[in-house]
């Protein structure tokens, strides 16, 4: 257990529809960072949250939004789902904004649009 | 835009031989990470390297920083079962703060 936990682990809906990926940080850590992995794309970063704020943003769709809350936990919105967007879906986190001990990745949310 | 070229893309080897895999960049990063990802799961943080030239082992692995702070390498020796798995390099750009992923190298390792 790595300590990110990611829920749900599977998902699976239909074109157009919109879904909320679920990640709670390891304990003390203050940056959360989404990433996206396709088959044919690799690890893609999407955007990272400091504390509550958008620190930096990737390659993130504008049908696709962020927020980290008080608490630290962080969800992913992807909405007008297309099929292109089965994907497994990482969230990492890590003490600081600088990447000074690298990131923990949690397990994962697979996610299937049919 | 940044991005890292990782090789080999695969390789099939036999148990107790050594693996030798390498990332390269046009760009220069001021740290270099490499991860393994099992099916199933998330990538774990293998080795950190964080200065130019750094040498640094975990075990039977063994990754180098390169001088330029354009590459870096991932030795695994006497390779087992259990090193089955998706190698991933990432690169902390120097100018963007960003990390990039390198597209990963599939190990399968026969018994």
């Known amino acids: 257990d790595s300590g990110v936990t990611q829920t749900p682990k599977h998902l699976i809906t239909a074109t157009g529809q919109r879904v909320t990926l679920r990640c709670s940080p390891r304990s003390g850590d203050l940056s959360v960072y989404w990433y996206q992995q396709s088959l044919d794309q690799g690890l893609q970063f999407l955007i990272q949250y400091y504390n509550g704020e958008e620190r930096a943003k990737g390659n993130i769709l504008e049908r696709f939004s962020a927020q980290q809350f008080p608490d630290l936990h962080s969800e992913l919105n992807l909405s007008s789902l297309e099929l292109g967007d089965s994907a497994l879906y990482f969230c990492?986190?890590?003490?600081?904004?600088?990447?000074?001990?690298?990131?923990?990745f949690g397990s994962g949310t697979r996610l299937t649009v049919v | 835009g940044q991005q890292l070229n990782q090789s080999p893309q695969s390789m099939f080897i036999q148990e107790g031989e050594d693996v030798s895999m390498n990332c390269t960049s046009s760009s220069i990063f001021n740290t270099w990470l490499w991860y393994k990802q099992d099916p199933g799961e998330g990538p774990v943080l293998l080795i950190a390297l964080y200065k130019a030239g750094e040498l640094t082992s975990n075990g039977r692995l063994t990754a180098q920083f390169g001088i330029t702070r354009k590459d870096s390498f991932l030795n695994i020796s006497a390779s087992i079962p259990s090193d089955v798995g998706i190698y991933f390099c990432?690169?902390?750009?120097?100018?963007?703060?960003?990390?990039?992923f390198g597209q990963g190298t599939t190990l399968q390792v026969k018994p």
């Open positions: 990492a986190s890590s003490k600081d904004s600088h990447l000074n001990y690298g990131y923990t």
């Open positions: 990432a690169g902390l750009a120097s100018n963007t703060g960003k990390l990039i």
